[in-house]
């Protein structure tokens, strides 16, 4: 599959490879990924997020639907607000993560993963039907699924993002701070959803865009010498950088919130009430404390790739987890890496070890995000 700007890619010398099913940009000709990762950490760079699932919630019981298949609480979040989510299986594992944006109380928007299309929108429409068969549905309304088929998404990310944009239109950016949206005028007729956020730990907006316009508009973002094409490569890193899970590498459907470090996703009274679709798992690790948690580390010597295994010491037969991420950190000069850990050596300053080539490299567990985020909020 392509996204819509597949030819721009290639016309600006994008090298393509395959992602989630998609032929997706990789890095771009003359620019290696660690120079592009820290043109974004240093001035703007602009990724095709196209081949990410947009979808639409509307009804009159859309929050209480959206409730029951993820554990955030979606009742108070005011309008035009955003929310890092997971949508949860019977167990309480991770079908997918995503971000919901409310728009009213019966209006949100929702973005998932591409890799979990086909698991998402099945999981969706089986638990739909059942929800619209209810009796809140019956009383006071059913709940429609609409997926933006063919839509743009492009994020715009970095510390220069945000002054670049606003010359393209007169909304006064200052009033969006982390976590909100708006539509918003963009110089040449157009009117877009802006959502101020992103996957880099910078400043940045993700903007959605119609099918016929995504050239355009990314024609338009992408001005050198402040905005430069970023591809997969640099995307990886630098939300590794920020401490940010991958889907399928970081996160499964074996995973909880729980053990993944995202309890805070969850509401503060559903922790204790649950009312969510895998609750008894949930709050069961909630309760007794999770097998095992997500951590950083920071490994001498070699970077531990996704499989590595963690040890508790230097002796190679004492597995105690596996790396789930790892990098060289271009930020940092050092190698980092996410992984889970049994539960008790989670604690910073922790020292393990990971088995690399053969051998054991020392880890000291290391709180995340490893680069500090830089999110505005007014």
Same mark, same amino acid.
């Given at each position: 599959m392509k996204t819509g700007l597949y030819d721009f890619h290639v016309q600006n010398?994008?090298?393509?490879v395959p992602f989630a099913g998609f032929s997706?940009?990789?890095?771009?000709?003359?620019?290696?990924?660690?120079?592009?990762?820290?043109?974004?950490?240093?001035?703007?760079?602009?990724?095709?997020?196209?081949?990410?699932?947009?979808?639409?919630?509307?009804g009159p019981t859309a929050t209480a639907f959206l409730e029951w298949i993820t554990p955030s609480s979606l009742s108070t979040l005011a309008p035009y607000t955003s929310t890092?989510?997971?949508?949860?299986?019977?167990a309480g594992g991770i079908?997918? *993560?995503?971000?919901?944006?409310?728009h009213a109380a019966d209006a949100f928007y929702v973005v998932t993963n591409a890799g979990c299309r086909e698991r998402d929108l099945a999981w969706i429409k089986e638990k739909l039907a059942e929800w619209n068969a209810g009796e809140?549905?019956?009383?006071?309304?059913?709940?429609?699924h609409q997926v933006l088929d063919g839509w743009g998404l492009l994020a715009l990310q970095g510390p220069e993002a945000a002054a670049y944009l606003q010359t393209l239109t007169s909304f006064d950016l200052r009033t969006l701070t982390f976590g909100k949206s708006a539509f918003v005028p963009i110089d040449g007729g157009f009117n877009l959803h802006v959502a101020r956020g992103g996957y880099t730990g910078e400043d940045g907006f993700e903007i959605s865009i119609p099918p016929s316009q995504s050239v355009d508009v990314a024609q338009l973002l992408s001005k050198p010498p402040n905005v430069q094409l970023t591809g997969l490569g640099a995307r990886d890193s630098l939300r590794l950088e920020a401490g940010m899970c991958?889907?399928?590498?970081?996160? *499964?459907?074996a995973t909880t919130p729980i053990e993944a470090g995202l309890g805070w996703v969850i509401g503060k009274e559903r922790k204790k009430t649950g009312g969510f679709i895998g609750d008894a798992g949930v709050l069961k690790h909630i309760q007794e404390g999770p097998p095992r948690r997500r951590v950083g580390l920071i490994v001498e010597g070699a970077p531990a790739r996704h499989g590595a295994q963690i040890l508790e010491s230097a002796t190679l037969s004492d597995p105690i987890g596996v790396v789930t991420s790892g990098i060289?950190?271009?930020t940092l000069g050092k190698n980092i890496a996410m992984g889970y850990v049994k539960n008790g050596l989670h604690k910073k300053g922790t020292e393990l070890a990971v088995a690399v080539r053969g051998k054991a490299r020392n880890?000291?567990?290391?709180?995340m995000p490893f680069v500090p985020t830089k999110y505005y909020r007014g």
């Open positions: 010398g994008a090298k393509m997706m940009p990789l890095e771009y000709a003359g620019v290696g990924q660690v120079a592009s990762h820290k043109h974004v950490r240093e001035s703007a760079g602009l990724f095709d997020v196209g081949h990410m699932v947009q979808s639409n919630f509307r890092l989510s997971v949508i949860l299986n019977e079908i997918d *993560d995503t971000v919901i944006t409310k809140l549905a019956k009383k006071e309304g059913p709940v429609e991958l889907y399928g590498s970081d996160l *499964d459907e060289p950190s271009p880890a000291v567990v290391t709180p």
